[in-house]
């Protein structure tokens, strides 16, 4: 561990600014307890660890006598002073975050005479960290162990206001549930003001992303796994918030700003508003589609980005949003719908949401095609279209978040067990998943069993306990993945 | 921040409570000011330092200010500090509208973040259905520091979560065994679990996304908009379509204006014009929309932009040939709304910049000018004139000959002159003017046909002297055509003016001695052999009348 910090491997590869004092510290913290948890007091990588630790402390002490890194709603804060972090580090800053909440602790105050402390002492404390979170008091429990030794340059402050803590993982995933629904409703709304001529308004639109982006931020597992909801009857618009989910989680990974990520959201929740001028008998025809019925399907892209024109929208998200929204279908090279010649690529966020909304269809099930692509299968075969239908790096990026084994996945596993994947691994070994095990009701339907990490081995002969045999698609068997998952 | 607000627990004190009211009460004051002046103005500024003044007093005798908001007021810990009126400029009613549950002020809170809350809360006043923003989603864009809250979902109902049983993953009829997708997905083709180990991300692909993401939160998307909707025009689309892109056209070639961005501005109306041309053979019925919409982006309300914009203009060059060259682009029409602005903009760019616009304009079609020409006020006709002046064909010069009729004086001088500098033609329609009520305009038209040899004025002229409407009562204007004929005739005029100089008989008086007297000067100004032998006859004729205007005219009067 270096100052460096394109030197880190923290699972993202877009970091090369300097961190702030205060992500800097928070950084260094968390990396020297996972980093003392494996290696030995004489490691050269945690002798650098303890390096890095004790040069983010100067950094954030400048000339006081003591700092503090406190979370305050969620949010880190040094000296009173919102840290604000990068976003390719937003990542390890909620892992950190994860970290002080298992603790039960909500935040440390430094003292400058963390100067007279050995390295030995400060790897003991860094144990004590890694070692509270699997106790029951864990405050009591820390206080008592770090009663009498030399901590004195350390004081922990307790996480007894719970408003100054997360929310809970009940409380978030009921809020992402009703943030999703709200979303649902939203766009739902607008679409059938615009279908019955009267005027819409995009403020519900805008909170809902606002909401989705927060989300993001706390919980961006949490958010993916909403995007795994399905409805057959309600397609359009559970399509629309899947794809600006989608599509937030992209953009959130390749370092998009809050603002952006909200303009994207809303991109998203707004790309099929033009299905509205479709008519129903086409959009819900069984068969194939004729020539001319498709031609009346291909116009939505331009009839979505007319509704938003003409919506009382201020100028600057306009401007941001309409040609997103138009080229959804276009494809990278430049083929797709609709065409127009204006001698510029596909936008950014286009290629974006063009993978979201590819991604989301392949894996539903509609009304003119019974089948659905496993999430697996999808993006395999969206690779085969990376440089010509796809952003070829956007892609990459796409095929990293998603893992080999996207959430949502239903897996057949060699010990005879279904699994669902709720959480891809993300360590170096990207085949094996954590999974949810599903056992058969008395219903016919599944309920819950066990998680496994499909990377955990047996003690004995080192081998995998469990192994993927095949993925299957969840609809295949009546399965909704968010049911198990939210 | 400490542990909460620091005051939690106990009751809050008078002191608190009464310490909170001011602080509510400068808020209040604040917002009034933000109503009645622009957020720059120093009433406003005043206002909000007076609000961060009173929250740094309780922020150093307290904490941090948290207060919660209920439908009837503004609460701390429980207690009223400040009862809301259902109106808009209450600052507890309009949090609890748009349903903020509590707001926090921190400590380090500066000046600056005060001031974009003020100003947050003014633009969230009027929020209506149809609005795309309110006081929670700015406050989410502003993202304060030190400014906190927390929202209810006060726009869903309570019950929108739904029962994720109650969705369908899949249609009631549909059969899971029977697709061809059914070999990708339970057996049969098993494809090859992804190798992510092919999919990383090299270094110069980490740096291009970094690049493109940097450009993406920089870039303006009005060009990527402008040209979109430029290309969508251009394709097929239905007229309603049509028409609704050029009513967002309009709004943005304002704020294009407004907002400096002149090659945006020029783009799009070089881009509407390049589609007009394509639509006259491939969709004339949208032409009526373009052409609405070219007449009404000329409108003052679109053009008074330049008005804003002109400190900027006057110090660079290349934003003011920009706009220039956007506004050569509108049609002549908009010598209607530029034309005054050389009466309001003083800058000498600005009226080089206008003069060469209407110009170019009014080179197209003349007849918005003219329209204005019509306008009585004496210095706007003034400022058009050097207009006038360069513009050349027929339908200007018609429109200066109009224009030589205009009743004030200093017009008409401006006019006739540069009506007589433009050609013969001219002079024919000028010649009039000879009689102009003004003494200075009929000598400044006499003197200009005299100062050259000219068939068109020797004509007019002898037409003229020889007409029945001829004034020989002002002897001075009569000798001062004849004057001027001599200098601009020829020998064609010899024999007109030897017979007034020499011809017998007494019939015209006095009036007969004038003309001679004319005639006389008019031979010697001539000044050619035929002439001179005309006046050696006249100074040895018998008559003295005729000898007295020879001897008057070599004394050159």
């Known amino acids: 561990m270096t100052n460096d910090s394109k030197t880190v491997n923290t699972g993202n590869q877009l970091e090369q600014i300097p961190p702030a004092p205060g992500e800097r510290f928070a950084r260094a913290l968390y990396w020297l307890v996972q980093t003392v948890r494996i290696h030995r007091d004489n490691n050269r990588l945690l002798k650098a660890c303890v390096d890095e630790f004790l040069g983010a402390v100067s950094n954030c002490l400048e000339d006081e006598e003591h700092f503090t890194l406190q979370i305050f709603r969620g949010r880190f804060y040094l000296q009173d002073k919102k840290v604000i972090y990068r976003m390719e580090s937003m990542d390890l800053i909620k892992a950190v975050l994860d970290f002080f909440e298992r603790c039960g602790i909500a935040g440390l105050r430094i003292y400058a005479k963390i100067d007279e402390a050995s390295v030995e002492q400060i790897l003991a404390f860094a144990r004590l960290l890694n070692q509270v979170g699997r106790q029951g008091d864990t405050f009591a429990w820390l206080s008592q162990r770090m009663e009498g030794r030399e901590f004195s340059w350390v004081e922990i402050i307790q996480g007894a206001d719970t408003n100054n803590l997360r929310l809970s993982g009940n409380k978030r995933k009921e809020m992402a549930r009703r943030a999703y629904f709200n979303a649902m409703s939203s766009v739902r709304e607008v679409a059938q003001k615009l279908a019955s001529q009267q005027p819409a308004g995009l403020r519900k639109v805008k909170r809902i992303a606002q909401n989705l982006v927060d989300l993001l931020m706390e919980d961006d597992i949490l958010l993916f796994q909403l995007s795994t909801i399905r409805d057959y009857d309600d397609y359009t618009y559970t399509h629309s918030v899947n794809v600006a989910i989608l599509s937030l989680c992209l953009g959130k990974r390749v370092g998009l700003s809050r603002r952006s990520l909200e303009m994207l959201g809303i991109c998203g929740l707004l790309h099929d508003l033009g299905k509205v001028d479709v008519p129903q008998e086409i959009l819900n025809k069984p068969g194939k589609l004729t020539e001319s019925e498709f031609e009346e399907v291909r116009k939505h892209p331009l009839k979505s980005m007319l509704h938003v024109l003409k919506m009382p929208t201020d100028q600057d998200l306009k401007t941001k949003i309409i040609t997103p929204i138009f080229e959804h279908h276009l494809k990278y090279d430049l083929s797709g719908y609709p065409h127009v010649d204006r001698g510029s690529g596909q936008t950014f966020f286009a290629r974006i949401l063009s993978m979201a909304d590819v991604f989301d269809a392949m894996t539903s099930i509609r009304v003119y095609r019974n089948k659905a692509f496993s999430p697996d299968h999808a993006l395999s075969s969206m690779l085969e279209g990376s440089g010509r239908e796809f952003d070829p790096i956007l892609l990459k990026v796409m095929v990293n978040l998603l893992g080999v084994y996207p959430v949502g996945t239903l897996l057949r596993l060699d010990t005879g067990e279904m699994g669902l994947v709720i959480q891809s691994n993300g360590g170096t070994d990207h085949a094996r998943p954590q999974v949810l095990i599903l056992l058969p009701d008395e219903k016919g339907g599944f309920r819950k069993g066990k998680v496994f990490s499909l990377a955990e081995q047996d003690p004995k002969t080192l081998s995998f306990t469990r192994n993927v045999v095949r993925s299957l698609h969840p609809s295949d068997y009546g399965i909704q993945p968010a049911e198990f998952l939210l | 921040m400490e542990e909460g607000s620091g005051l939690s627990g106990e009751p809050a004190s008078t002191e608190v409570v009464q310490a909170i009211k001011d602080v509510i009460s400068s808020f209040l004051t604040a917002m009034k000011n933000y109503a009645l002046y622009p957020e720059d103005h120093s009433i406003s500024q005043k206002s909000v330092e007076n609000v961060s003044a009173r929250l740094n007093d309780f922020f150093s005798s307290y904490s941090d200010l948290r207060l919660d908001i209920s439908k009837d007021g503004i609460l701390f810990e429980s207690e ?478």
């Not at chain 2, 380090?108 to 795309?132: T, W």
């Open chain 2, 80 to 557: 009223i500090v400040h009862q809301s009126p259902p109106e808009l400029r209450d600052l507890g009613f309009l949090l609890f509208r748009d349903g903020i549950e509590w707001i926090e002020f921190r400590r380090g809170l500066e000046l600056d973040e005060l001031s974009r809350f003020f100003k947050i809360l003014d633009d969230s006043r009027d929020v209506s259905q149809q609005s795309n923003s309110d006081l929670v989603t700015s406050l989410w864009e502003a993202d304060f520091s030190y400014i906190g809250h927390e929202t209810t979902e006060i726009l869903w109902e309570e019950d929108a979560l739904i029962d994720l049983t109650d969705l369908h993953v899949t249609g009631k009829e549909i059969q899971t065994v029977s697709s061809p997708l059914n070999d990708i997905s339970e057996g049969g083709i098993m494809l090859q679990a992804i190798d992510l180990s092919k999919w990383v991300l090299t270094a110069q692909e980490i740096n291009d996304l970094r690049e493109t993401v940097i450009a993406e939160e920089k870039a303006g998307s009005s060009e990527e908009m402008l040209n979109l909707l430029l290309s969508v025009l251009d394709g097929p689309l239905h007229e309603k379509d049509f028409k609704d892109i050029l009513v967002v056209l309009h709004d943005e070639f304002r704020d294009l204006l407004a907002g400096l961005e002149l090659q945006m501005a020029f783009n799009l109306m070089k881009g509407l014009n390049g589609i007009r041309q394509s639509c006259e053979k491939k969709k004339p019925e949208v032409l009526p929309l373009l052409d609405h919409f070219l007449e009404s982006v000329h409108s003052p309300e679109v053009l008074n932009a330049i008005h804003q914009i002109w400190p900027v203009l006057d110090i660079l060059e290349s934003h003011r040939k920009m706009l220039q060259e956007t506004l050569i682009l509108l049609p002549p029409a908009a010598i209607l709304t530029l034309g005054p602005m050389l009466l309001e903009i003083s800058s000498p760019h600005a009226q080089r910049l206008l003069t060469y616009t209407i110009e170019s304009l009014a080179s197209r079609d003349i007849r918005p000018l003219e329209r204005l020409l019509a306008d009585p006020r004496g210095d706007l006709l003034q400022r058009l004139l050097p207009v006038l002046r360069n513009l050349k064909g027929e339908e200007s010069r018609q429109a200066l000959v109009k224009m030589a009729r205009h009743p004030l004086e200093q017009v008409r001088i401006q006019v006739i002159e540069t009506l007589l500098e433009r050609d013969e033609q001219s002079i024919e329609d000028l010649f009039p003017s000879i009689q102009d009520e003004s003494e200075t305009i009929s000598r400044i038209v006499l003197e200009h046909l005299g100062k050259r040899r000219s068939e068109v004025a020797e004509r007019l002229f002898l037409d003229y002297l020889k007409g029945r409407s001829f004034p020989r009562e002002d002897s001075s204007h009569v000798l001062a055509c004849y004057r001027a004929l001599g200098r601009c005739g020829s020998n064609r005029s010899v024999s007109f003016l030897k017979e007034v100089l020499l011809a017998h008989g007494w019939s015209l008086g006095l009036l007969r001695s004038l003309d001679r007297q004319g005639a006389a000067l008019a031979l010697r100004a001539l000044n050619t052999d035929e002439a001179e032998e005309v006046l050696r006859k006249a100074k040895g004729s018998v008559l003295p009348g005729v000898r007295g205007a020879y001897q008057k005219a070599m004394e050159g009067q």
